[in-house]
């Protein structure tokens, strides 16, 4: 798969067909993935060496997409552009505005924890994940099995399809929220994640944005990194901060993820932890301005640890005993 290592805001490119999956058919009804992006529909068929096809489906391999290869060689995956748009416009773009906007805040980059990747010391769940990954549809099935990664928290299967699926992303004015929801385990109000125990007169917020991990898909409102974080915070601090939650789900929204940011009411003493994304690098050479800290969390998870069997509840996103580690 190539990678658009140009691409920008400002960009639009035609798109002739898009390989989509359920999964992001049901998050994004209205069909507006990457907006900077024009999308013509066409049938396989009538695809030629010339024309652009972007694949949102998370599956790298399929005969629809053998398919079109043989058609084109300018396919695009959505894992492959994604971490250049978030670096581009979310963290390139976007924090130098922040900063021009607030210079008194403090703001912490880091770069998500990623999968380990050396098979040969996973765990017994890992192993197991790995021959048979989370499937959400499953889950919608009458009767359905409980996933291994879940099995340890005494979750039901209608509770973890809340915790997975309960979120859905709107555009408000300029700027993108979660719609709210009220649920056993999933909360959200005025358009963003609750987070448990936050004291009301809190004098410092800490907010945390970025994508779905930092919403805390897959987990409860208390098993969320931000919620972990506040619970540490209050145990040694009192009320002194307060945590808001700011994960939301960027794909295809970015600008607007951008202008929610520089929309929040920041105040002196307040921080701001933004999470650049799992795949793009944090090392303080690509981004150094001053006021900005850089923490590499990503390979916090390779084996061993300390942090136990069971930390992710798929491939990529980590459950709620990785986002206490996260938090910690």
């Given amino acids: 798969m190539q990678v658009w290592s140009d691409l920008s805001l400002n960009l639009h490119i035609d798109v002739k067909f898009l390989l989509s999956s359920r999964d992001y058919d049901v998050r994004y009804p209205d069909q507006n993935y990457l907006e900077i992006l024009a999308f013509r529909s066409a049938p396989i068929e009538a695809l030629t060496e010339n024309d652009n096809v972007l694949i949102l489906s998370h599956k790298r391999s399929s005969k629809t ?9 300018k396919t695009y995956h959505i894992s492959d552009i994604w971490p250049d748009m978030w670096w581009r416009a979310m963290i390139g773009e976007g924090l130098r505005e922040i900063q021009e906007l607030f210079p008194f805040l403090p703001i912490i980059l ?9 098979k040969s010391a996973y765990s017994e769940i890992e192993k197991h994940m790995d021959k048979k990954p989370l499937v959400v549809s499953a889950l919608r099935q009458p009767n359905p099995a409980i996933p291994r990664t879940y099995e340890d928290f005494g979750y039901t299967a209608t509770e973890i ?24 385990k999933v909360n959200i109000i005025n358009g963003h994640r609750i987070v448990p125990g936050v004291p009301l007169a809190g004098k410092r917020t800490i907010y945390l944005f970025g ?18 974080l506040q619970k540490l915070l209050t145990e040694n601090f009192g009320d002194e901060f307060r945590v808001e939650n700011f994960g939301m789900f960027l794909v295809g929204r970015i600008k607007y993820g951008l202008e929610s940011m520089k929309s929040l009411p920041f105040k002196p003493g307040d921080i701001l932890v933004c999470d650049n994304g799992p795949e793009s690098i944090v090392n303080g050479t690509i981004y150094n301005q001053s006021g900005v800290f850089h923490l590499d969390m990503s390979g916090m998870f390779e084996r061993p640890h300390a942090w136990g069997d ?16 996260i938090a910690f």
């Fill in 110 to 118: 880091f770069r998500w924890p990623l999968y380990p990747t050396n």
């Fill in 211 to 228: 994508g779905c991990s930092v919403f805390g898909i897959g987990c409860p409102d208390g098993g969320t990194s931000s919620a972990h």
């Fill in 65 to 73: 997409l053998a398919a079109i290869c043989a058609k084109t060689k």
């Fill in 310 to 325: 069971n930390v992710f509840f798929d491939q990529r996103h980590p459950n709620e005993c990785g986002q206490f580690a």
């Fill in 161 to 184: 399809l809340e915790m997975l699926d309960a979120t859905r992303s709107y555009v408000d004015g300029k700027k993108i929220k979660s719609a709210d929801f009220n649920g056993q």
